[in-house]
């Protein structure tokens, strides 16, 4: 490997850098190299085998329903995608005091009434910043935590605090304190693709659907190639083009290269870019913000938990916030295998991730005996993805963060000569989505081709300056 020269190398192999590969072929491109770290396609879309059962360590839902259809709808439809629909909207019937039972509904109504007013809120002042900053031509921005601070409902209470929690942390997998206002308000992959949750239940996992655009290119005819296990240690770029450095000592030369790793892996010292990139760049990648997600799974010898109507979520009001807040089983979609999981995360996730599997789930059973009592059964096994800790992820997704403008957001996904940048930290519209992975490997696709033609442009004009 080595000597011969693609036209594109896209580091990455989850559903963005496919995404551009895709488009790249879709527009005639044909020598394509993709380099993937680890030993599979599908990044972040990422199934584990669990008891019997295909559970998804990484993205799970996707969202349908509203006025624009999500693209991740159709390459679902496609490959067949096996998913349920899940419905939160009992999930006041069923908040788990600290110290164990459920609180009456009709006080949970009442606090989520008051969460709900302040969304709405929420939303009316993100589009009061977004028209004062433009007009004042600066970036007028709160976080929100501010902004309920302004509408007078900071929540406080165990019960407060876990609705709240549902309503934000859950989302952004941050805390309120960190998450810009006016680039997370109104939550536009909700408004615009809808709020009918597709949960992925499929033996084959949700990567299936990046393996299905692999496939449209990836196949004996074409010269694009995929290749895992080569993770990329160095990354030199001039005027002429670029050479990236593996591990295990290959090197492989390009025109241009599309950088797909996520913003936590950017941020680490994984990849070293040479010259080193510039100020601009350095600081647009190092002030964006990296949140983590986890999901614990537990797989128990019976039920001990409701199920039928209703029953799918739980909270756990506890006086530490995010304290195994989050959760979920899975009679709906795999009936019989007395499945749970638990959501955390933030820095609860950074602090879990560390602990031992036998540690996690003594803090969880802690937590269950207080929900369902004293005598439930221990589980059978658990599984602790650890997000944070693999440094080809260093964490779940990205999040924006509050202060972070427009203007520096565009140049985190600017090029920097020919490298260029793609993930789903690069989309301002649906970043953190699965979604907006997706279209952000299509926009990079399209900055490439654009490079390309200016390219040739020139190539062109120079030969007519030439003949004449
Ligand atoms: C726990 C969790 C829950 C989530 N839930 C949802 C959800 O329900 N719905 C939703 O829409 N989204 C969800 N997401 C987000 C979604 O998974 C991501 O937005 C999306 O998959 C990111 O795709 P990507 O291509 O940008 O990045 P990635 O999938 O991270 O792809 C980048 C690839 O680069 C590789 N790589 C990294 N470093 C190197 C290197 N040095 N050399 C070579 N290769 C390298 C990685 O192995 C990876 O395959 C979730 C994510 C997590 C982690």
């Known amino acids: 490997a080595g000597s011969h020269r693609e036209s594109v190398i896209v580091i990455g192999a989850g559903i963005s850098g496919i995404s551009t590969a895709n488009a790249l072929y879709e527009a005639g491109i044909r020598d394509i190299l993709i380099l993937e770290g680890s030993s599979r396609i599908g990044g972040r879309m990422m199934k584990a085998e669990f008891g019997g059962y295909t559970v998804e360590m990484g993205a799970n839902w996707f969202y349908t329903g509203g006025p ?19 419905d939160d909207s009992n999930i006041t019937a069923n908040v788990y005091r600290q110290e164990g039972g459920l609180y009456p509904k009709k006080l949970v109504d009442e606090v989520e009434m008051a969460a709900s007013s302040t969304e709405s809120f929420c939303e009316r002042l993100s589009e009061k910043l977004a028209a004062m900053s433009k007009t004042k031509g600066v970036d007028i ?48 992959e909700f408004k615009d693709h809808g709020k009918l949750s597709n949960f992925v239940c499929d033996s084959r996992g949700f990567e299936e659907l990046v393996q299905g655009l692999a496939c449209r290119f990836s196949n004996r005819s074409s010269q694009h190639k995929i290749l895992p296990n080569k993770v990329v240690k160095e990354i030199f770029y001039s005027e002429r083009g670029v050479r990236v450095k593996i591990e295990d000592g290959s090197t492989y030369r390009a025109k241009y290269v599309v950088v797909s790793v996520s913003i936590g892996v950017l941020q680490s010292n994984l990849i070293r870019f040479t010259p080193t990139l510039p100020m601009w ?125 427009k203007a520096k957001h565009d140049q985190l996904k600017a090029r920097v000569g020919s490298v260029y940048f793609t993930g789903e930290h690069t989309n301002s519209r649906y970043l953190g989505y699965a979604t907006g992975a997706y279209l952000a490997g299509i926009e990079a696709a399209k900055d490439v081709i654009e490079s390309m033609k200016a390219e040739e442009g020139l190539r062109l004009s120079r030969k007519i300056i030439r003949i004449s």
């Open 141 to 188: 921005d709160v976080s929100v935590l501010e902004a309920q601070r302004l509408f007078g409902n900071l929540p406080s209470t165990p019960l407060e605090m876990v609705i709240d929690y549902y309503h934000n942390d859950y989302e952004e997998a941050e805390a309120t304190t960190v998450t810009s206002l006016k680039h997370t308000y109104p939550r536009r």
């Open 281 to 405: 760049k350095m600081n647009a990648i190092s002030e964006f913000d990296m949140s983590v997600y986890t999901k614990i799974f537990l797989q128990f010898p019976y039920k001990f938990w409701p199920t039928g109507p209703g029953t799918e979520f739980s909270l756990y009001a506890h006086s530490r916030r995010g304290y195994y807040p989050f959760w979920q089983h899975l009679e709906n979609e795999y009936p019989g295998s007395n499945i749970l999981f638990v959501t955390i995360t933030s820095e609860e996730s950074t602090r879990v991730e560390k602990l031992s599997n036998e540690a996690v789930q003594r803090e969880a059973m802690d937590v269950l005996r207080k929900m369902y009592g004293d005598h439930i059964p221990n589980p059978e096994q658990i599984l602790v993805p650890r997000w944070s800790m693999d440094r080809l992820y260093k964490g779940s997704y990205s999040n924006w963060p509050n202060g972070y403008t």
């Open 68 to 86: 624009v259809q999500n693209p991740l709808a159709s390459l679902a439809n496609k490959t067949r995608l096996r998913t349920s629909l899940n």
